[in-house]
């Protein structure tokens, strides 16, 4: 939804001279939003950005989100200096979570300005669980970089409980790599357009008992074809016939490698379906991936990952070279 003007800013107690709020003004704002998520990640020491077909991507899939009332602009003197936005999503074990995010430069930083967002946020998201069922378990969420201080302190303070880490971890290429053979009768294919709909559907299921899973819905699957980095010829996908069985969806940001002068391929997504765990096909996939980035004269391999993953995730990506860097932090307050 696209306002026709910028919409009204949600209710925040924020006395601080200077510092303003508005609401969402349409794309015309993606540039800013773009310059500010960018810069949050620049204090933040994270070397990774977004474009504004990221920011496009995004916003043309929306759901359970209405930019014309969920959203928050910080401006300091006129010039924004941070956005976020509320959201809601249903996990298939019935809990009910009410999301917020933050991004925001150094100049937003202060307590002053990001306590009265959060708080506007929290209204907000009390507002939106009213219209759902009572009797579902219902929470607020957000999350965190765990070095980001000057936002965790405040939801600490806030009652908010730490629920979940996810490691970001990096692989040099120069580091050798043993490809592992997949199980029998297992292969990996190209993957063709009149597969993509087969390998989205097995992801999907593959995910599905990981915690914080939510069902995913039609806008989801367009986003995942018109995403940016979308490259199935990249994509380590294996098969069983005609069953997808597992995948890395391996990507190149581009933008993101000339900006921090580097080469990076991710090896993320990482999935396998119930019934050919345990057989080899993730270390398999994962050090395809690698080998392949090698010979394509990437420095390094990137992904993120559950600390908590149930399938032993870490060690696997562990056992083959990769290494924390950064962890992020997951949030939850039960509603009262």
């Given at each position: ?42 204090a933040n020491d ?86 759902h069922a009572a ?202």
């Amino acid at each position: 939804m696209q306002p026709k003007t910028c919409s009204l800013p949600m209710e925040t107690n924020i006395n601080v001279p200077g510092v303003t709020t508005r609401g969402f003004c349409g794309t015309k704002d993606y540039p800013a939003m773009v310059d500010i998520y960018n810069g949050s990640n620049k204090a933040n020491d994270e070397e990774e950005i977004i474009t504004i077909q990221d920011m496009i991507n995004t916003y043309d899939h929306i759901q359970r989100s209405d930019v014309s009332s969920d959203m928050l602009f910080i401006e300091i003197n006129g010039k924004p200096v941070g956005y976020g936005r509320c959201m809601w999503d249903a996990e298939e074990n019935g809990d009910h979570l009410y999301t917020f995010f933050l991004n925001m430069k150094q100049e937003g930083r202060r307590d002053d300005i990001v306590r009265p967002v959060i708080e506007g946020f929290i209204k907000r998201l009390t507002e939106m669980a009213a219209q759902h069922a009572a009797d579902v378990p219902k929470y607020y969420q957000s999350w965190a970089l765990e070095s980001g201080t000057w936002y965790t302190h405040v939801l600490d303070e806030m009652g908010f409980e730490k629920v979940r880490y996810d490691m970001a971890m990096i692989r040099p290429c120069s580091q050798p790599v043993e490809v592992n053979p997949l199980p029998e009768g297992v292969e990996v294919r190209p993957v063709n357009p009149e597969d993509y709909r087969a390998v989205f559907d097995a992801e999907s299921e593959a995910f599905r008992d990981h915690w914080g899973y939510v069902a995913p819905t039609e806008k989801d699957y367009q986003a995942f074809l018109e995403r940016p980095t979308f490259n199935p010829a990249l994509w380590k996908v294996a098969w069983d016939g005609d069953q997808v069985v597992g995948m890395v969806r391996n990507f190149i940001h581009k933008e993101e490698n000339e900006k921090f002068n580097r080469k990076r391929g991710y090896t993320e997504n990482i999935s396998v379906r119930r019934p050919w765990r345990r057989k080899g096909v993730a270390r398999s996939l994962l050090t395809q991936s690698i080998k392949m980035f090698q010979e394509m004269g990437m420095e390094e391999t990137a992904l993120g990952v559950d600390t908590e993953n149930p399938n032993g995730a870490k060690g696997l990506y562990e056992s083959v070279g990769y290494q924390e860097t950064k962890r992020h932090i997951t949030y939850r307050k039960k509603f009262n």
